[in-house]
C-alpha cells in the first residue's frame, strides 16, 4: 500500500447542526505538549474545566465534569447510571434525540412510556404532569431542550417545579442548547443535564459536559443493581473528577485542554451575551429564509435560534443545493433527519458561528445556486 | 469567580504507563481547521485511518475503525457486542486489565471463568485449553497481550490456533501492545482485539482502535438480543466507518486527523522497525536498572519491552521519589497498581519515547535522586 499523504482539510464554513466553527485559539490549545493525565498540573486543569462548566450550566452541582465520549455518550452516562432494569422512564418523543434516550433506556433495562410528539412541536408540561400521575415511580422524565432534528426550543421550567415535589429526576439533554439558549440547570431544578462540546460551545467534538443534582447523586447512590457500563459508571468516574483523583480510565488530555480553552472564551464573552448573540442572529436567518419561501418546522414561540430546521418549496432538490453549496462555496449545512431526511435543511448558527456576517454569505450563495 | 488563565503545560518527559510523548507533528495534526464529520474529504479520512489501523493490526478485517473514546471504550465494545446475558466467558486475569475484562463481562449478563494467575506472570495456554474443554459452550476467551500493570507480555499464537478450532472467539486487550511488540490478528487468528492510541503509537488518549474478525462479526449478526449500549453498538457504528456512511454519532474529528497523522509516523517508520526498536531500548533499560537493585515484576521471558514494572529496594520510598523525578526533572513515572501501589514503578518507553537518550535521561536523574 502507497504511503498516505497527510490530512490537510479544506476550508469550510461550517454552518450545519455541528460541529461549528472552532476558534484558532481552542484549536491551538489542542496543540499543547502531552501531559500525563495524572500529573498534578493537568488535575488543576480538570479542576478548572469542572469549574467553568459549572458556571456554563448555572449549577453548584460536585458533580460536574466531562465525559469522555461525544454528546451520546453524555446521554448513555446519564441513562444508565440512573435506569435499573424494570424502572419506568418517562420520555418526550419529537424528534431524533427523544427517540435516542428513549432506545438508551430500553438498552439499560427500562420500561419506557413515549410522550410522542409530531415532530417540530414540543412536549406539553400537561402530557408531562399526567404521565407522572399515571406512573408515580417513575425513576426519571427526560426532555430534549434543543432538538437538533428539527429546531424545537422545549421549555424546562414548569417541567422543571412539576418534578421536583415528586422522587422522579428531570434529565434533559441540552447537546444543541447549553451555551446557545438560556439554561438554568440550579434554577430551573434540572437533575441529570449533559451536552456535547461541537455545538454552542464551538470547541471540537468528543467530549460531553454533564453535570448530576445532589438528588441524582443519591438516587446513584442507593442504586441495587450494578451500572450495566464500566466505561460510563460515575460512581468510579468521579474517583478521578473528585478529591480522590484515583485512576479509572486515561482521560483525553487535548481535547480537554481545548475544552479549556473554549470555556475560557465563553466565560469570556459573557453567557447573557452569548444568548443574545444567538437569539438576534438566528431570529435574522430566520426571517429571511421564509423570504425565500422556505417553511420552518419547529413550532411558532418554540425556535431554536442557533438550529433551524426548514424545508424548501416544492421543485428544489435539497441533496443537489446542499452539495452545491458545499463544492462551489465551502459552506456545509445539514441535511434533514429521519422524517425530514430529503427534504429539509438543518442550518446552524451556533457559538463561533452566529455572526450576521455568516447568515449574509449563506444567504447570497444559496441566492445565487437558485438563480442557475 | 476570577476568569481562568490558559492552559499551557509545562514541559515533561513522558516515561510513564502513558500517555507517552507525542510527536509535535501529530499535536499541529490535532489544530487543523475543523471540518464535518459527513464531509467527503474527512470521510476520506476515515478510510485512511481505517486502513493504516489494518496495516497496523495486521489485518484484512473489513471491520476495522476507532471506538470514539479511550482504550477502556475499546474494552467494552468488544465486550458488550459479542456477549448476551447468560453467556460464559473465559477471561485471564494476571493483572489491572484482565479484571477489568471479567468486571465489565459480568456488567453485561455474562458468566465469568476467571483464569487466575499470580500479577506479573501469563497465562499458561494449557490453563485455557482445560478451561474451554470444561466449557465448551464459550462465547469468548479473553487475554490481555500487554498488561500495562505488570509489564507481562502474553503469547497469543498457541491459544489462537485452539480457539480458532471452536465456536469460541479470541479477545485480545493490546492497548500497550499496538506497534510496540509483535502483533498478527490475523495469522494468529485473534478475534476482536482492541488497542489505544496513547502508548506505543504516541497518539493523544482519545480513541480506541478496534477489529473485529468476519468470525466475531457474525457471532454480532447472529445476536438474539440488542447490544446494552447504544453508544458502543458495533451494528450502528459500523453503518457510519463502512459504505453506508450514515449518521451515528458525531466522530471526534480534531482526534482522529491526529491518529491518522501519528498512523503515518507508524507506517513510515515500519512496523518491524518499531518493534525492533521498543525490543532493545526496553531490554537496556531493564538490565540497568537491575544493577540498581530493582526487582523485575514479569515473569522472565516473558517481559514487555515497552512497559517495565519492577520494586524498588526496601527502603526506598517509591512515592517520595516519583514525586522528586517530576518536580525536579520534569519526567513521569508510573506508580504501581493495585497489588503493586506502594511498592513498585512502571516505566514506560513507548512510541517515541523508547530512546537510548531517554534511557539515559531516566537513569541519571534517578541516580542523583538516590544518592542524596
Known sequence: MDPVAAATPPERLLLGPGPSPVHPEVLAAQARPMIGHLDPWFLGVADEVAGMLRQVFRTQ??????????GSAGMETAVVNTVEPGDTVIVGVNGVFGGR??????????????????????????????????????KFVALVHAETSTGAHQPLEEVGALVAETDTLLLVDTVTGLAGV?????????DVVYSGTQKCLSVPPGLAPITFSPKAEAVVERRSSTVRSWYLDV?????????????????????????????????????????????????????????????????EGHRLPQLT??????????GKLRRR??????????????????????????GEGATHANVDRLLDAVDGLLER
Open 61 to 70: 452541582n460536585t458533580l460536574t465534569y466531562a465525559v469522555s465520549g461525544t
Open 101 to 138: 434516550i428513549a432506545d438508551t433506556a430500553r438498552r439499560a433495562g427500562a420500561d419506557v412510556v413515549a410522550l410522542e410528539e409530531p415532530w417540530g412541536r414540543v412536549v406539553p408540561p400537561e402530557r408531562v404532569a399526567s404521565a407522572l400521575k399515571a406512573h408515580p415511580e417513575t
Open 182 to 190: 438560556p439554561l438554568e440547570v440550579d434554577a430551573w431544578h434540572l
Open 235 to 299: 460512581e468510579a468516574v468521579r474517583r478521578y473528577w473528585g478529591a480522590e483523583r484515583s485512576y479509572h480510565h486515561t482521560a483525553p488530555i487535548s481535547a480537554l485542554i481545548g475544552l479549556h480553552e473554549g470555556l475560557r472564551r465563553v466565560l469570556a464573552e459573557g453567557l447573557e451575551t452569548r444568548w443574545a448573540r444567538h437569539a438576534e442572529v438566528g431570529r435574522l436567518f430566520q426571517e429571511h429564509i421564509q423570504d425565500r419561501d422556505a417553511t420552518l418546522l419547529a413550532q
Open 309 to 318: 430546521s426548514f424545508g424548501w418549496p416544492e421543485g428544489v432538490d435539497e
Open 325 to 350: 453549496l458545499l463544492d462551489e462555496h465551502g459552506i456545509e449545512v445539514g441535511g434533514g433527519l429521519g422524517t425530514f431526511a430529503g427534504t429539509a435543511w438543518r442550518v446552524g448558527l451556533m
